[in-house]
């Protein structure tokens, strides 16, 4: 039988900010692993595809900053088996879905600088990316002799936090916060200047736990590499840690 202390303590929240359907699909993760805590989803984000008026060939040479960037591509109906460098898996994975021929750097914009640098000579590069972006992809690239012509998109509307976000961030149970990118790091951690309950966040890089400036965090984790299945494993981790107390 479980003590009266175990069975009162509160069930770690996971919330959940990314947009609505990368949000459902990490729950449904957390689902199939039994994670015992309690999901919120609270976009703090809003991807909006914007009209692409830029000429591709299937000469083209893309680089990709994110799986949105794909969608856009499919949307504008101008995926042609083009050769695409990718930022991360899941570009790279949704990009082969489209037909293109994907490169995934694993990582980083300067981990994408380095596969194309690596693999191409210097040619005329496509960057498809959102309006906020990081890093100095087209400075480097320029620098090694490419031809980069940006093409924004995608644009990330910020959203406000749920009430029933809200909510859990002034409870006392322990809030895990997922944190996939610098932009995100920035605007929940002003959406959370409030709040009152123990945080503990889990950051995707250590450029997105440097653009927090919200309040102090009870625990700050560095998933071990750029992508999904990292962040994953250490929200897992987290809830575990955080039911045992």
């Not at 100095?136 to 976000?165: C, I």
Request: glycine share 6%; with cysteine.
């Amino acid at each position: 039988m479980q003590d009266m202390e175990e069975t009162s303590r509160p069930v770690p929240v996971v919330l959940l900010t990314r947009p609505l359907a990368a949000s459902h699909s990490v729950a449904r993760a957390l689902e199939s692993l039994s994670a015992e805590c309690r999901v919120v989803i609270s976009p703090i984000l809003q991807i909006e595809h914007l009209n692409m008026s830029t000429q591709i060939d299937t000469s083209t040479v893309l680089a990709l900053s994110s799986a949105h960037a794909v969608a856009a591509l499919q949307s504008a109906g101008l995926a042609q088996g083009q050769r695409a460098y990718c930022v991360g898996d899941a570009t790279a994975q949704a990009a082969r879905a489209l037909g293109l021929e994907a490169v995934s750097a694993g990582g980083t914009s300067a981990d994408l600088t380095r596969l194309i640098t690596e693999k191409e000579a210097p040619c005329p590069i496509l960057w498809l990316r959102g309006e906020h972006v990081r890093g100095t992809l087209v400075k480097d690239l320029s620098d090694a002799g490419f031809k980069v012509t940006e093409t924004v998109v995608y644009r990330q509307k910020e959203v406000p936090l749920s009430a029933e976000a809200r909510e859990v961030l002034r409870d006392r149970s322990a809030v895990i916060l997922p944190i996939y990118s610098p932009r995100s790091a920035a605007l929940l951690g002003r959406a959370c200047a409030d709040a009152t309950a123990p945080l503990e966040a889990i950051f995707i890089s250590q450029a997105s736990a440097d653009s927090w400036q919200g309040p102090t965090l009870r625990s700050v984790e560095i998933a071990s590499q750029t992508d999904g299945s990292a962040m994953l494993d250490a929200v897992s981790c987290r809830i575990a840690a955080t039911s045992r107390g």
